[in-house]
């Protein structure tokens, strides 16, 4: 059954609600509820709490009428300081307000609609007409063309928004928002620490250990995805540890590309776990590709999307819960967010050269000077934002819709308050935290807003150990050894890892999981590829079809019904 709800509230008489699904609001309105799936609906004369999700906790119930009374008093504390993933509704009569709070980390994705006097909020897009517009919503097009994440507050229409993670909505009798914003955000990690990698290690442990015993995976059917790097094969072991009928699952494709299958057979082998290796075949890929974009309503940004949503429909009603790794790199440490600090150093180093920066150009030819010259003219946001944009050739950037002024337009920077910081005013350690906190809430939560939504449409609960916000917290913590460790990047995996598996294998240089992007197109995907390419030549030429990033764009926006959106004008 899939996990899902839908609430609507508007001006309405009393007469037209009747059943338990209804209630009655101030101000001549109503509330409609319809959801399957976790969720606990509280009615009181003063107010009316409704919290889809899962707490990780054994008393819900009373932790729900806490989390209840202190929204009430307009306290939040009880809210952040309960784990789960969870979405909450609010609405107090006393005063007509209404509050919609996000999980923090992102399950849910949360659509919301505001039109003809009536508030529509759901975490399934096909209870709106995503296509009944004439026009597209510029911020969503910027950011879904130009780079490989996007905020998660916009959709293509303009009349459809989303509430991204941890935030609130507030609206009243006028059903307008009032305000939102955030009400959890990832913490900064510290620049020294007390902590000895033995102690991080063993309170992490305990940590995640108390994730998996909290999402009582001990009594559910559950599927640990597990690749073969470090943090899958930890979490394999540590939940294994919970319930012994645990089964690990490690896709690979029909043409055989896996470079991890062998360390993920051993790992399984070392932990006796039941494993099963499941083929994902090209005919699986050519049926999913245009299911999955059409229910996102969104180009797919990590190929990856399709094989979980593959994976997902292929467990549906045999496992109940599946426990994935998503936010171990962010959380444990990442190479890519010391490669930024790295060249953000060098940028402040040479920044005082900027004064005689067009002198400079004389010399433009020498490599060395045309690589200074690059990196003096990117201001902050700009190198920020160069960190995850999509590298277009020429020919085709020149004709996307691009950013028309500063970067600082884009609700990406002006989350990050970028737009009003220097290199004056940031050490290299605060530009870590920066890239780190915006990778995190940007970037991880929007991947597990896509995973969770394929695993609400099928009936999965999604459990993710190391996304958890008693871990997150304690992650701020660590220094750069315990964060970024002196040889191996996420030391403290490496560590847990070591008290289940070989060490050649726990330290081997992951190889990952690349998807065969570029067979795909030649192959299953070959249709959607030709018929986007024959559209590239005729706008942007014959050479931009060489590119395959763009002509996966280009097919998203195909199967969206919106590829004219990028026709220049």
Known sequence: MINCFSIKIKKASEKQYTDKDHYLLPGDMSLTLNSSGPN?????????????????AQECEAIDTTIANGLFNNQNEALTANNGYFTILFFNKKTAEGRFYTDRIGAHKTYFQCKNKELHISNIPENYAFNNTDTIDPSWLVEAVNFKICTGSTTFNPDIKQI?????????????PVNTGFYWQVGDRKSSSSLSLDEATNESLRLINQHLESANVKNKKVAVLLSGGVDSSL???????HNNNVVAVTPIFSSGENPELKAAISMAKQINIEHQIVEISDSDISEEFGTIVDFIK??????QTIIFSILMRQFKGKFDAVVFGEGADMVFGYHAVKQAANRYEKYCKVAFLKPVAPFLTIFKSISTVKKL????KEP???????????EYPPEIKCKLPGITSLPSELEIIQWLNLSNLNYKDVTKHEFENLIRRFIMQESCMYHFYTMGSIADR???ELISPFFDTDVINFATNFDNHLYFGDEHTKPILRKLGERFYDKEIIYAKKKGFPVPHKRWLEGPLKEEAQLAKSFIAKIYGEGATKNNEFVWLVMALQKLKIEKSIVPS
């Open 235 to 241: 979490l394999a072991a540590l939940t294994k540890e």
């Open 458 to 460: 099928d009936g999965i």
């Open 298 to 303: 969104q180009p797919i940004r990590s190929p």
């Open 164 to 176: 991204p993670a941890g935030h609130y909505y507030k609206f009243d009798s006028s059903l307008a």
């Open 380 to 390: 902050l946001s700009v190198q920020v934002l160069n960190s995850w944009a999509i």
């Open 40 to 56: 606990k609906v509280i009615n009181t004369d003063d107010f009316i709490y409704f919290r889809f999700g899962y707490l990780l």
């Open 373 to 376: 010259l690059d990196l003096l």
